[in-house]
């Protein structure tokens, strides 16, 4: 009765592996061990992402300035890689990540102090980070050649069979379980989203842990900016573009409300790999390209709806007889 | 560059180079009312859309303003004549040849486009099918689209390799597929097995070419496009040059174009770039 | 109940005192130089009509507002509360009026959010977190776990949460802010022995309730504000009852129930084998023209499901609805208006008032189509209607234009009345009336329902105060859970029968609190 | 019952109380910001005070306008629809697939028209009958809807429309003014008075503040949003119609990213994108307000992706300036 969440995730981890066993009907070589980590680690941002924005999400708030911010974090660290090629990788790591929290504060600071909805305040910045990219890089791009190779060769180095780029995944996804469920920043969260009216009596600073929800999101999108110009060994200004939408769909499929204050790490997650796993298939199931956007579309709507379903509260029950609940309250 | 050449050279000229926020046709169209209401003489145009840009540019042309198309066209009634930076079949025979050439004994390739209503990439592919009868043993086994994103490019080119694992070959007629594909090669640790070819520019290939993920390649020369462009919207504007087919029109430089039925010319033929001269020209464009 | 420890000795002086304390919002003055003392090992009362400013002196003590003016001590030391934080680490915590929780969150996190247990390592201890919420559960005689999810539980439920908050923290000063208001008879029992277990830990308590007869049973003190003003204060000894309401009123209350000529008229609704899978079973009843029909039980036996699958939001399984003797199908509350049956809920703030809109709009929402014309709203009629209902309620608001969530909680209820009497209904259900309203008002609200009867409306009302309901019903019919226990009137409608037939006593009638 | 309580107090109908000049402001506001544009436009560019010229700048925002009415009053009532974008694409390619059955101009727009509709009923069954959060479920019908077009037209085009199908979007009524400025001033007074001065109106106010208190109050709030849905629908159908026949072609990328566009235009109009409130005026100013700001930037030649950065701005700081004007005053007091 209490442990609803699991049976929510249960059900989209149940949904993850019918697909897997559908595209191996078709293409037996998707679920071999060596491409499924290959489809992680080509989901690994989207990962990232989705757990940055899943904290907003549960905050009440929407970040969707988060493509744009990984796309101008990551134009930055490769012009500033262009630029002093001997700058070692944990520097520019602490760059990519300080940059995105800076533009995550920004959003933050817009919400916090001049309350604006969070979704204005990322439609606008989303817009005014594209622009500054065309800016600084007067429209350039940064090519694979300019970069230096410890740049470009950080996030694909491997290390234990998985590479980097996997285990940075795997990394945040932990810290994330851990600060979700015992720290009081977590627990801040969760009730700021649940009931903010609530979270002022309790002395909890509504504005506040929505500003940090931004920072972590911004960050996060930094991060995420050096990875994925590092990986994809090239940096213009439309990288990414349209991605928002994406990390934003991965939490929902995920189960994080978009009302705030209900979700999970484990949802998030998982979220990300379904349409991590629906974007590698289709591919190379040998389905139209001109497909792709329709499924996708459609997996959206079935998850959401399906979920919508598993996250059904049975409501109390009040007659001492009543026989098998049917769930179908009100 | 070209543009800023030509205009230096005819001297009276002004260049306004600009674009829309999103390639969309929508935002293409405001621009063009801008340039429309700036009474500019001529607009030189590389459509994203070969059909909704038409009523647009009709409406320049009813004001007096000379409308030409270069690199990705537009549709005849919507311009005076169009430039193609070289002849649509050279091309299509020059990417089948890239693949072809390194396999001499046949093999399969695969193609990766932009977006699936790029004009040029479509015309391409088409007249490359039209000669695939001339290089027997190959076979073309899919065509994606990569819709000119880095990642999804990437993703499409992995893709191509799983569901191929004989590959042999990847052809990109876009400069975005063919960098990000000669990426996933390297990642996939496909060098020397798939190669990856199309068009691409010197700058951004150098990569590849030095990792072998990319043989060789072919491009026109971009400075030149823009020179030619710059110089037939001049001829026709200020030098009355009526576009007809059949005409040859000066543009400077680059010799003369010559229009077709459709009132279209090419330039010249495309150059191929690999390990020998890639140095020599990855600093210029 | 148990040993009286703290003596009502004037010689203690005040753990907290707030002198000359100013508040103001937008158009009103919410509080206006106040002030009130509160003595360690004394429960003070703080009374006053609704929209006094008592809940605003809570938040102001608890740091939730910050007061335009005056000082705060606590034990002689002026102090600023800039957040909440910083009253609880000044020792003051409350119940506050709404439920303040966390409805994703357990039983458990939301006792002790922003104060649990942490191990070692900085990260939450949840077991320790349990163990300890598990104590404080059973202290206030809570029937459920600390790992219930929040949201399974039922308002009552909830506001022992609270309450169990409230004492997790070790605080000097505890608030209560109409902590009975929600709770059954055994738990208001459960409650009052808690405050007597406070008091003799030396605790202040500050006391606010409407009910007079429990500030007379547990206060020591009283406070009295009126229209945001410091009317008076001193011992409860030295006062009584009539005393205090006429400080509080300005004037006297005779809080006597209408005299009402119970003769009833033909039947108006019937009401045959509702049903619902989970909620509730065989409920009939048929109400009669010029009826006031009363549903008592304990919190939680189902009325309001019940009312609220009458009034077509919940989908019974089912059950006929006869209005004059004629089925009706009723599967919305639009089709529920059209029949002439409205339904005044008891959650005011999420299901009565539509807070944002101004006071007017919210009057005529329901009726109108009878303001309008053919669909194009005509402002003026708006004005009559909403001003006629008002005035008939004795609305205090600085305009009709104003926004109804600047009201007091009392006075918003009062515009959920009056939007559905606007309709002019044949029926009218009204869920725990005067919960929250203050003793003049609610005597308004009484003479009122009994005006309404008197004019051949029809009257359900649910409510919990056994006062009310036998002096108000002509009628009682008894719910316990999920279904109809019993139906009482005449000399059968006796306190003790309606608390033996709410909690299922069949044996002898045990001795049964008033 | 009047003998018992005392003298009933008299409450004013009207106080102007701070927030409704807030609201009054916001308008206000806005048209000084329009205003402050247009004539720093005709300052900075000699070719922008011409009527031919302008009338061509109406263009970047009328089908938009279009669609921000009936979105407006869907952001109020707390529901948005980020599918409209994908809705005109269908609607489009539903009108050129007619087409090649040889539909003529009055087929084509009742087509466009009808598709338009089963949209918005589309996403209008998965928000009020199930349930679903309108900001999910029309996340996914923006890739399904344009998903769809693309497997109907894959990398073609429809073309050929009927020169009189190019009156909506090319043609003119009197001298410059164009047929969608017509179009335009039509919708946005139907959807000032059904907003304002309508049941309706109200109705969508009182549900967007709180629908479960609208519920209990007689609203039958599922049947109003399922209308705001089909609303909107049609008219992203309307703008199908007028782009379709200003660009005289049918692509599955028409009107990509146009959804974005839509909610900032409502939301710089001074609608509360968590519902409640808003007006119509508003949006109509925050439509010139766009519009004047994209001409006269794209009269400077400016890029459009720079051009983006001052929308951003002006989104934020529409909102932001009186806001941190009113915290400088509060200090200063
Ligand atoms: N947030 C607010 N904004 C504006 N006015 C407010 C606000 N909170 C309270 N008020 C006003 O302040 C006054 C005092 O309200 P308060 O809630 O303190 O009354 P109360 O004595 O607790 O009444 P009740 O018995 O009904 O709970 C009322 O007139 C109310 O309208
Ligand atoms: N767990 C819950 N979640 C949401 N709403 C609840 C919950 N419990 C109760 N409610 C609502 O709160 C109100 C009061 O609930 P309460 O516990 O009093 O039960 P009830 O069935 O209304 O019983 P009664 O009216 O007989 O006291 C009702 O409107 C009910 O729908
Ligand atoms: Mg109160
Ligand atoms: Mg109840």
Redesign the interface.
């Known amino acids: 009765?209490?442990r609803?969440i699991p049976v929510r995730e249960a059900i989209l981890a149940a949904a993850i592996l019918v697909l897997m066993i559908l595209i191996a009907s078709r293409?037996a070589?998707?679920v071999a061990p060596s491409?499924l980590a290959?489809v992680f680690n080509?989901t690994a941002p989207l990962i990232i992402l989705a757990l940055g924005q899943m904290v907003v999400i549960l905050t009440r708030c929407i970040d969707l300035s988060v493509a744009a911010n990984l796309a101008l974090t990551g134009m930055a660290v490769a012009m500033i890689n262009v630029a002093m090629p001997g700058l070692p990788i944990p520097v520019i790591l602490v760059i990519a990540i300080a940059m995105g929290a800076v533009m995550g504060a920004i959003n933050g600071i817009?919400v916090w102090k001049?309350?604006?909805?969070p979704?204005?305040?990322t439609?606008?910045?989303?817009?005014?980070f594209?622009?500054?990219i065309?800016?600084i890089s007067d429209?350039k791009?940064v090519?694979?050649?300019e970069m230096s190779p410890a740049f470009t060769g950080f996030p694909?180095a491997e290390f234990l069979g998985l590479p980097v780029l996997s285990w940075i995944a795997v990394a945040c996804v932990i810290g994330f379980a851990?600060m979700m469920?015992?720290?009081?920043l977590g627990?801040?969260i969760?009730?700021v989203g649940?009931?903010p009216?609530?979270?002022?009596?309790?002395?909890?600073?509504v504005g506040k842990t929505q500003f940090v929800a931004f920072v972590i999101s911004g960050a996060l999108a930094g991060l995420t900016g050096y990875l994925?110009v590092s990986?994809?060994?090239?940096a213009?200004?439309?990288?990414?573009?349209g991605f928002e939408?994406e990390v934003?769909?991965a939490c929902?499929i995920g189960g994080i409300?978009?009302?705030g204050?209900?979700g999970s790490v484990g949802g998030a997650v998982l979220g990300a790999i379904f349409l991590g796993v629906v974007?590698?298939a289709?591919?190379?199931?040998?389905i139209?390209?001109?497909?792709?956007?329709?499924?996708?579309?459609?997996a959206?709507?079935i998850a959401?709806?399906f979920n919508?379903r598993a996250g059904r509260?049975?409501?109390?029950?009040?007659?001492?007889?009543?026989?098998t609940?049917?769930g179908?309250?009100? | 560059e070209g543009a800023e050449e030509a205009a230096a050279e005819l001297g009276d000229v002004e260049i306004i180079y600009t674009g829309p926020t999103d390639t969309t046709a929508e935002g293409q169209i405001e621009v063009i009312n801008a340039l429309i209401a700036q009474q500019v003489d001529a607009i030189a145009i590389s459509a994203n859309d070969t059909d909704a840009l038409v009523p647009a540019l009709q409406r320049a042309m009813q004001r007096g303003i000379t409308v030409i198309s270069w690199d990705s066209g537009v549709a005849p009634e919507g311009r005076q004549l169009h430039l193609n930076p070289s002849s649509n079949s050279l091309i299509g025979n020059m990417i089948i040849k890239l693949a072809a050439d390194h396999l001499p004994d046949g093999g399969e390739v695969a193609l990766l486009s932009a977006t699936t209503t790029s004009t040029n990439q479509n015309i391409w592919i088409e007249e490359m099918t039209k000669v695939m009868g001339n290089y027997p043993g190959i076979e073309v086994v899919a065509t994606v689209y990569g819709d000119d994103l880095a990642d999804k490019s990437y993703r499409e080119a992995t893709g191509l390799m799983q569901s191929y694992p004989d590959l042999d070959a990847i052809i990109a007629p876009t400069s975005v597929g063919i960098v990000a594909a000669a990426q996933a090669v390297v990642d996939a640790g496909k060098v020397g097995e798939v190669n990856v070819t199309g068009l691409g520019l010197p700058s951004e290939m150098a990569g590849a070419i030095e990792s072998g993920a990319s043989q060789s390649f072919a491009i026109w020369n971009p400075i030149d496009l823009g020179y030619s462009a710059t110089m037939l919207a001049y001829e026709l504007s200020q030098n009355g040059v009526e576009a007809a087919p059949g005409a040859e029109i000066p543009m400077g430089r680059m010799g003369s174009l010559t229009l077709d039925d459709n009132n279209e010319g090419a330039m010249a033929d495309p150059f191929v770039y690999d390990a020998s001269n890639i140095d020599q020209f990855k600093s210029i464009f | 109940m148990t040993t009286q420890t703290a003596p009502n000795s004037p010689l203690t002086s005040p753990v907290v005192s707030m002198d000359m304390i100013t508040k103001t919002f937008p158009g009103v003055k919410a509080l206006d130089e106040v002030k009130l003392d509160l003595y360690p090992g004394q429960v003070t009362a703080l009374v006053g009509e609704n929209g006094a400013g008592k809940s605003t002196t809570v938040k102001i003590l608890t740091g939730i507002y910050f007061p335009d003016g005056g000082t705060i001590r606590i034990d002689g030391d002026p102090v600023t509360f800039s957040n909440p934080n910083d009253a609880a680490d000044a020792g003051i915590t409350a119940i506050h009026q709404e439920t303040v929780l966390f409805d994703e969150l357990s039983v458990a996190e939301n006792i002790f959010i922003g104060h649990a247990p942490r191990t070692r390592f900085g990260l939450i201890d949840k077991a320790e977190m349990h163990r300890n919420a598990t104590v404080l559960l059973k202290e206030i005689g809570a029937p459920f776990s600390s790992y219930t999810q929040l949201r399974e539980l039922g308002i009552a439920n909830k506001h022992l949460v609270a309450i169990a908050r409230a004492l997790s923290v070790d605080a000097r000063v505890v608030i209560m802010d109409e902590p009975t208001a929600a709770l059954s008879h055994k738990e208001i029992e459960e409650l009052y022995e808690l405050v007597e277990t406070l008091k003799s830990q030396g605790k202040a308590i500050l006391f606010i309730s409407h009910k007079f007869d429990e500030i007379f049973r547990i206060a020591d003190r009283y406070t009295v504000f009126r229209d945001g003003a410091f009317v008076g204060d001193g011992l409860i000894a030295d006062i009584d009852e009539d005393a205090l309401v006429k400080m509080m009123v300005g004037r006297a209350v005779d809080h006597i129930f209408p005299d009402r000529d119970s003769s009833v008229g033909e039947d108006v609704l019937q009401v045959v084998g509702y049903a619902h899978p989970t909620e509730f079973a065989d409920i009939g009843f048929t109400l009669k023209r010029g009826e006031i029909l009363g549903f008592y039980g304990l919190v939680g036996a189902g009325r309001s499901e019940f009312m609220q699958a009458l009034f077509g939001i919940t989908k019974p399984s089912k059950g006929v609805t006869k209005i004059n003797g004629k089925i009706r199908i009723i599967r919305s509350p639009a089709d529920a208006v059209k029949n002439g049956i409205v339904y005044v809920p008891e959650d005011r703030g999420k299901q009565g008032a539509i807070i944002g809109l101004p006071i007017f709009q919210n009057i005529t929402l329901p009726s109108i189509g009878r303001t309008s014309q053919r669909g194009f709203l005509r402002l003026a009629e708006e004005f009559k209607l909403a001003r006629e209902y008002a005035e008939r309620l004795d609305l205090r608001a600085a305009s009709l234009d104003q926004d109804v969530g600047n009201l007091s909680g009392g006075n918003q209820q009062k515009v959920v009345i009056a939007k559905w009497l606007a309709t002019q209904p044949q029926v009218i259900i009204l869920d725990e009336p005067t919960k929250g309203i203050d003793i003049g008002s609610k005597a308004a609200v009484h003479e009122f329902m009994a005006e309404l009867a008197a004019q051949g409306l029809s009257v359900i009302m649910v409510s919990s105060e056994i006062p009310e309901v036998i002096g108000m019903s002509d009628r009682v019919i008894v719910m316990r859970d999920g279904r109809i226990a019993a139906e009482l009137a005449g000399a059968d409608l006796t306190p003790e029968t309606l608390v033996r037939h709410a909690a299922g006593i069949t044996a002898t009638p045990e001795s049964v609190p008033a | 019952m009047t003998d018992t309580s005392v003298q009933a107090r008299h409450v004013p109908d009207r106080l102007n109380t701070r927030a409704y000049r807030t609201f009054r402001s916001w308008e206000a506001l806005l048209l000084a910001v329009a205003i402050a544009i247009f004539i720093i436009n005709s300052f900075a560019s000699p070719y922008f005070l011409s009527a031919w010229n302008l009338s061509d700048a109406t263009f970047n925002f009328t089908e938009k306008a279009m669609i921000a009415f009936a979105m407006a009053l869907l952001i109020i009532s707390g529901e948005i629809d980020l599918s409209v974008a994908s809705i005109i694409a269908l609607a489009s390619t539903a009108m050129g697939l007619a087409l090649q059955y040889g539909a003529g101009t009055p087929e084509l727009v009742v087509i466009g028209l009808t598709v338009g509709l089963l949209c918005g009923a589309f996403n209008a069954v998965f928000v009020t009958v199930l349930g679903l959060p309108s900001i999910v479920v029309t996340i996914g019908t923006m890739s399904l809807f344009r998903g769809i077009s693309f497997i109907i037209l894959g990398d073609d085009a429809f073309r050929g429309y009927p020169a009189s199908f190019s009156w909506f979007g090319q043609g003119y009524i009197y001298w410059v003014f164009t047929v969608e400025m017509l179009l335009f001033v039509i919708i946005a007074v139907i959807y000032g008075v059904l907003l304002h001065k309508t049941n309706f109106g109200r109705a969508v106010y009182a549900i967007g503040n709180n629908p479960t208190g609208a519920l209990f109050s007689g609203i039958r709030v599922q049947r109003v949003k399922f209308i705001l849905f089909l609303l909107t629908g049609l008219m992203s159908g309307v703008a199908a119609v007028c782009l379709t026949s200003r660009l005289g072609s049918t692509r599955p990328s028409i009107a990509t990213g146009m959804e974005l566009e839509v909610v900032t235009m409502v939301v710089l109009g001074g609608v509360n994108i968590l519902g409640g409130s808003g007006s119509i005026p508003g949006v109509v100013i925050a439509a010139f307000v766009m519009g004047l700001v994209t001409f006269g930037l794209g009269l400077l030649n400016v890029p459009g992706i720079v051009m983006s950065i001052f929308i951003g701005l002006l989104l934020i700081g529409v909102i932001a300036l009186p806001r941190l004007w009113a915290m400088y005053a509060a200090r200063r007091a």
């Open positions: 009765m209490t609803f293409f070589g998707f491409n290959n080509d817009l001049l309350e604006i909805p979704i204005v305040v439609l606008g910045t989303m817009t005014i594209r622009g500054i065309f800016l429209g791009w090519n694979s050649h694909r851990i469920s015992r720290t009081p627990r801040s969760f009730a649940g009931n009216h609530a979270a002022v009596y309790t002395g909890i600073n994925w990986r994809f060994a090239v213009y200004v439309d990288i990414a573009g939408l934003v769909a929902v409300s978009i009302a204050g209900v974007k590698n289709l591919p190379v199931v040998n139209s390209p001109f497909w792709q956007l329709a499924i996708s579309g459609s959206i709507l959401v709806a919508a509260t049975k409501g109390r029950i009040i007659l001492k007889s009543a026989e609940p049917t179908g309250t009100s």
